[in-house]
């Protein structure tokens, strides 16, 4: 299936073209770990959770990497102020980052690899930008790198060279919008020995290096917030590109800003909402729902009465879900199709492809979501009212497929999962009695075959006097 991607860089929906074919490489920007995530946070990593879910969902395998930015200023500033250490800081909300992920239901990254982590990794990166003259060590033992030397410079967040201000102070800087890969050490700040002197990594060096470690030179999606084009995201592809000397990524993604009363939500303006304050009073598939309900790239007006609406649309949802499942054991398994039955399986068929055709369509949740609430309606319009086993098994199983993708109904489809399997314990049960009857009235031969199919699937029978056991062995290949 084709996938088009809106490309931060070009500014056009791209088709999706991977390095490797059958495989996705996606980075995507993850916390610096020195308070609570907020509903921003949530938006992004909601967003590429689902893109993540969207591309296994249609057949590729993903590499998904995220770091954690687990020594910053802004750590430093925050275990300063509580007389604690930084690594005090940075484990709790680490703990507390992956607690409120879990609970939102975003799958984990495979890979979480944090800066300290890299330290070594670090220096050598910047030892080879230096040997290559897109880096210079400065008076202070600081390592800065040498923007002019990057001519794309500015193509990612559209700023052009006269544009540019002073990104961050220090000495010896050459430009003033030079960027720090290396910061000297300063007292009552934790460092690590370099060549240039005690000291830390500055905040674009790490994306670099460990999504090129993981996911090779160049890969497929970098993602992040919409405030990290620039200058983060920006200075990660110069310093990337300068040293490998070839495209880096080839689709950068990123999520629109949350807002409240048109201000951008953020503990520096006043008005960031704390996930675990949401997750409190609301269901995570709400949560999702609602963020899902707007498309990635645009800007959220974050409310709660926009959450409230969400959640009433949950519930509909969610009973026809239970409908389905509670109609899907009661009734006989039957593929009969009349007409009226073929024009529903039809319009469940349209569902289907509605549903993968948005999806395909840069993610476009919004549009997606449309033909789950169309599926909804048929349920409650048609289905309920004339239930047949085909369609009650078709609508129960483009539901999945929604829930798989948004992540909305998975405690309810893990019930059937589990029911299931208490289910094939009691036919196979089921199926020794009739064996036990068999043999009663001495027709051993099927008695015999019944033990012997059983045996082709795995399943082997010990007799005893008064009762038959079984356990699972092997599956005999057909």
Same mark, same amino acid.
């Given at each position: 299936?084709?996938?088009?991607?809106?490309?931060?860089?070009s500014?056009?929906?791209e088709?999706?073209e991977?390095?490797?074919?059958g495989?996705?490489?996606?980075?995507?920007?993850?916390?610096?770990v020195?308070d609570?995530?907020?509903?921003?946070h949530?938006?992004?990593?909601?967003?590429?959770?689902?893109?993540?879910?969207?591309f296994?969902?249609?057949?590729?395998?993903?590499?998904?990497?995220?770091?954690?930015?687990?020594i910053?200023?802004?750590?430093i500033?925050?275990?300063?102020?509580?007389?604690?250490?930084?690594?005090?800081?940075?484990?709790?909300y680490?703990?507390?980052?992956l607690e409120d992920m879990?609970?939102l239901?975003v799958?984990r990254?495979?890979?979480?690899?944090?800066?300290?982590?890299?330290?070594?990794?670090i220096?050598?990166?910047i030892?080879?930008?230096?040997?290559?003259?897109?880096?210079y060590?400065?008076?202070?033992?600081?390592?800065y790198?040498?923007?002019?030397?990057?001519?794309?410079?500015?193509?990612?967040?559209?700023?052009k060279?006269?544009?540019?201000k002073?990104?961050?102070?220090?000495?010896?800087?050459?430009k003033?919008y030079d960027f720090?890969?290396?910061?000297?050490?300063?007292?009552?700040?934790?460092?690590?020995?370099?060549?240039?002197?005690?000291?830390?990594?500055?905040?674009?060096?790490?994306?670099?290096?460990?999504?090129?470690?993981?996911?090779?030179?160049?890969?497929?999606?970098?993602?992040?917030?919409q405030?990290?084009?620039f200058?983060?995201?920006e200075?990660e592809?110069?310093?990337?590109?300068?040293?490998?000397?070839?495209?880096?990524?080839?689709?950068?993604?990123?999520?629109?800003?949350?807002?409240?009363?048109?201000?951008?939500?953020?503990?520096?303006?006043?008005?960031?909402?704390p996930?675990?304050e949401?997750?409190?009073?609301?269901?995570p598939?709400?949560?999702?729902?609602?963020?899902?309900?707007?498309?990635?790239?645009?800007?959220?007006?974050?409310?709660?009465?926009?959450v409230?609406?969400a959640?009433?649309? @949950? !519930?509909k949802?969610?009973?026809?879900?239970?409908? &389905?499942? +509670? %109609?899907?054991? *009661? =009734? $006989?398994p039957?593929?009969?199709?009349?007409?009226?039955?073929?024009?529903?399986?039809?319009?469940?068929?349209?569902?289907?492809?509605?549903?993968?055709?948005?999806?395909?369509d840069?993610?476009?949740?919004?549009?997606?979501l449309?033909?789950l609430?169309?599926?909804?309606s048929?349920?409650?319009?048609?289905?309920?009212y004339?239930?047949t086993?085909?369609?009650?098994?078709?609508?129960?199983?483009?539901?999945?497929?929604?829930?798989?993708?948004?992540?909305?109904?998975?405690?309810?489809?893990?019930?059937?999962t589990e029911?299931?399997?208490d289910?094939?314990?009691?036919?196979?049960?089921?199926?020794i009695?009739?064996?036990?009857r068999?043999?009663?009235?001495?027709? @051993? !031969?099927t008695?015999?075959?019944?033990?012997?199919? &059983?045996? +082709? %699937?795995?399943? *082997? =029978? $010990?007799?005893f006097?008064?009762?038959?056991?079984?356990?699972i062995?092997?599956?005999?290949?057909?």
């Amino acid at each position: 299936m084709d996938v088009r991607i809106y490309n931060t860089l070009s500014g056009v929906k791209e088709l999706f073209e991977p390095v490797t074919p059958g495989v996705v490489r996606m980075y995507v920007c993850g916390p610096t770990v020195y308070d609570y995530s907020h509903v921003g946070h949530a938006r992004t990593y909601v967003t590429f959770d689902v893109v993540r879910r969207f591309f296994e969902f249609i057949g590729y395998s993903v590499i998904y990497v995220q770091n954690i930015t687990d020594i910053d200023d802004k750590i430093i500033n925050r275990a300063i102020k509580e007389n604690r250490e930084w690594k005090e800081i940075s484990d709790y909300y680490i703990k507390a980052y992956l607690e409120d992920m879990d609970k939102l239901l975003v799958k984990r990254a495979y890979i979480q690899p944090r800066v300290t982590e890299h330290i070594s990794d670090i220096i050598d990166f910047i030892n080879k930008l230096i040997a290559k003259g897109h880096a210079y060590v400065s008076s202070d033992g600081s390592v800065y790198f040498d923007v002019d030397s990057y001519m794309p410079y500015g193509e990612l967040s559209k700023i052009k060279r006269n544009e540019l201000k002073p990104i961050e102070l220090g000495e010896g800087k050459r430009k003033v919008y030079d960027f720090a890969l290396w910061k000297a050490f300063k007292p009552n700040e934790p460092y690590w020995e370099s060549p240039w002197g005690k000291g830390r990594p500055g905040w674009h060096i790490e994306c670099s290096v460990m999504s090129s470690k993981y996911l090779g030179e160049e890969f497929d999606i970098h993602g992040g917030g919409q405030d990290l084009v620039f200058p983060h995201h920006e200075n990660e592809r110069a310093q990337s590109e300068a040293l490998f000397g070839h495209k880096w990524v080839r689709y950068w993604m990123h999520t629109g800003l949350v807002t409240v009363l048109g201000q951008r939500m953020g503990k520096s303006m006043g008005n960031m909402v704390p996930l675990r304050e949401l997750l409190s009073k609301f269901k995570p598939e709400v949560i999702r729902l609602y963020l899902l309900g707007t498309q990635y790239r645009s800007p959220l007006e974050f409310s709660f009465e926009g959450v409230e609406n969400a959640a009433q649309s @949950y !519930e509909k949802l969610l009973s026809s879900v239970e409908l &389905l499942i +509670k %109609l899907s054991k *009661e =009734l $006989e398994p039957s593929y009969k199709l009349g007409e009226k039955e073929l024009a529903v399986m039809e319009d469940l068929v349209n569902i289907e492809k509605g549903f993968l055709n948005a999806m395909s369509d840069d993610f476009n949740t919004p549009v997606a979501l449309t033909y789950l609430y169309k599926l909804h309606s048929i349920v409650k319009g048609i289905i309920a009212y004339n239930p047949t086993y085909a369609i009650v098994s078709k609508a129960l199983h483009l539901f999945q497929d929604f829930s798989n993708v948004f992540g909305l109904f998975e405690k309810q489809f893990t019930q059937i999962t589990e029911g299931r399997g208490d289910l094939t314990e009691k036919v196979i049960d089921l199926l020794i009695e009739v064996r036990q009857r068999h043999r009663k009235i001495k027709d @051993y !031969e099927t008695a015999d075959w019944i033990a012997s199919e &059983l045996r +082709k %699937l795995g399943i *082997e =029978l $010990e007799d005893f006097k008064d009762k038959t056991t079984w356990r699972i062995k092997q599956i005999t290949p057909s």
